[in-house]
């Protein structure tokens, strides 16, 4: 019998005070991270919106200097009838407007956040 005694008190553990300071650490921890978590979602949210935006001014210009160089008269070119301009894949809806001295349009992303950008240029020239 004094030997099952002897055995039980040289094992060691973790108390119980040990174990609730482990925790409430772990929980200051998850307080501060995840909100900095959903942060970071949105606003690669809004980079990736910001990147498609610039893709689409891009891709306005590109096709200005398409029809110049097929001597086509850029003056009258209606860009929002162009869907190479537009059709940024499935993550993007796209939207746009031909202006007489601009061109502006409007991205939304489609993985259900509602995320929108809008976006304007100047109309190219020359």
């Known amino acids: 019998m004094k030997r099952k005694k002897r055995s039980l ?14 925790l409430i650490v772990l929980g200051i921890l998850a307080a501060v991270a995840v909100p900095k978590f ?13 990147g498609a935006a610039g893709e689409m001014k891009g891709r306005v210009n590109q096709y200005f200097a398409l029809q110049l160089l097929q001597a086509n008269t850029p003056g009258g070119i209606d860009y929002a009838s162009y869907t190479g301009i537009t059709d940024l894949g499935a993550d993007f809806s796209t939207t746009i407007v031909n202006g007489s001295s601009d061109i502006s349009g409007v991205l939304t992303m489609q993985d ?9 240029m100047r109309r190219p020239s020359y």
């Not at 060691?12 to 609730?20: A, K």
């Not at 970071?40 to 980079?47: I, N, V």
Request: charged share 20%; hydrophobic share 40%; proline share 0%.
């Open 112 to 120: 259900g956040s509602n995320a929108t950008s809008n976006w304007s």
């Open 9 to 22: 008190r040289s094992e060691e553990g973790f108390t119980l005070i040990e174990i609730i300071a482990v």
């Open 38 to 50: 959903f942060t970071l979602a949105e606003e690669s949210r809004q980079k990736a919106l910001s």
